[in-house]
């Protein structure tokens, strides 16, 4: 595990004093399935938004570790599943690829917004026939002169309701396969650009979701993230950060849920003694932490293999199938523990497993990633 320093310690324990005004009725806005901006917007002046990126834009200039460390933090202590996911969404759908892979006049004109949180961002992938499968996308983009023009439809926007800006993904060439996918950055406004009502779902209430139409929506090639046909490369890179990013918020989540069951666990007692006494509860617990210990030496290891240049194909998929599946099984477990008080909504316990499920499926389900790795493992 990393030794982490002095400076990235302060990073993480700067989050503290905003936690408070970000835990103030969160179960009231998971009933609502209310995104909540002024909480965005106080996540965004503890300086989250702008930790991976370069300080010429506004940015910390933090390395891929130390940013998966504050969300971990963030994870651990904001209660809202929903905002942590959103922030993730921001920071890895529009400000990752664009640092990266975009053009110094994208840069100029979005990462300041993107880092101060004054810009929301989210990306458009799946579509309603294509959800694992995103490179059968139907979405096409034809050139025209100094524009392209796009049609199609897609859908599991997140942050789409919301969003100020979008990474749109289409085919550029009618070969299969990834070759023929560019990345395009789109804004909201753009004529041809509609975006659907916000979709109910089980969990992550208060993070947005909807789908996208592209009515022959013009946009200039200058929008184009990366090379025309290097969108793959683009999404590739955008996948690594999302399931690191995001996954590391869930181990912060995991480790707080271990600790209320620990407490409740210690003081709940029934039958003249502690729960925690029988082995049956205490077991439950240790199996938390191996899950939750187990997670995140994958996540930062995989982080630091990942910085320092080697192939982690898959680690990435190992690290995000190893934890989604710990998250649930730890949610679940958390609501035995607490019994009947883990099945009401004033303790909270019910909506981290609504919300645990969720990590099993967003950014390639548990099946996909063991296809993955047998097809790796040469089966």
Not at 74 to 89: H, I, K
Not at 339 to 358: D, H, K, M, Q
Request: proline share 4%; hydrophobic share 40%; glycine share 10%.
């Amino acid at each position: 595990m990393i030794d982490w320093t002095a400076e990235q310690r302060a990073l993480r324990d700067g989050l503290a004093p905003w936690l408070e005004k970000l835990n103030a009725g969160v179960r009231e806005r998971d009933a609502a399935a209310a995104f909540p901006y002024d909480s965005f917007r106080t996540v965004a002046a503890a300086g989250v938004l702008a930790l991976p990126f370069d300080e010429e834009w506004g940015g910390l200039g933090q390395s891929l570790p130390t940013t998966m460390y504050v969300l971990e933090a963030l994870g651990e202590g904001c209660r809202d599943a929903g905002l942590n996911f959103s922030v993730c969404t921001h920071m890895v759908s529009t400000g990752v690829p664009l640092q990266r892979f975009g053009s110094q006049e994208l840069k100029r004109r979005w990462l300041p917004g993107i880092c101060s949180g004054e810009v929301i961002g989210a990306h458009a992938i799946s579509e309603p026939d294509s959800g694992s499968d995103a490179l059968a996308m139907r979405t096409r983009a034809v050139r025209d002169g100094d524009d392209f023009v796009l049609s199609g439809s897609k859908a599991f926007v997140s942050n789409g309701p919301v969003a100020d800006l979008i990474t749109v993904y289409a085919r550029t060439d009618d070969r299969p396969g990834p070759l023929g996918v560019t990345a395009f950055l789109l804004e909201r406004g753009t004529p041809g650009l509609e975006f659907g009502a916000p979709v109910a779902k089980m969990g992550l209430r208060t993070s947005p979701l909807c789908e996208l139409y592209l009515n022959e929506c013009r946009v200039p090639a200058s929008h184009v993230v990366g090379r025309v046909n290097g969108g793959f490369l683009v999404l590739d890179h955008v996948m690594r950060w999302e399931i690191l990013c995001s996954f590391a918020v869930h181990a912060g989540e995991m480790r707080h849920r271990v600790d209320r069951c620990i407490e409740y666990a210690r003081t709940r007692t029934q039958f003249g003694r502690p729960i925690g006494s029988n082995q049956a509860v205490s077991h439950r617990i240790v199996d938390m932490e191996i899950g939750v210990e187990t997670a995140r030496r994958w996540l930062y290891g995989t982080a630091e293999r990942m910085a320092a240049g080697a192939n982690v194909t898959r680690d990435i998929a190992m690290t995000k199938l190893v934890t989604s599946e710990a998250n649930v099984a730890s949610a679940l477990a958390a609501v035995q523990i607490f019994g009947g008080n883990g099945y009401l909504t004033e303790y909270g316990i019910e909506a981290e497993l609504r919300n645990s499920v969720a990590s099993t499926v967003y950014s390639g389900t548990s099946e996909i990633q063991r296809n993955r790795i047998a097809a790796l493992l040469g089966l």
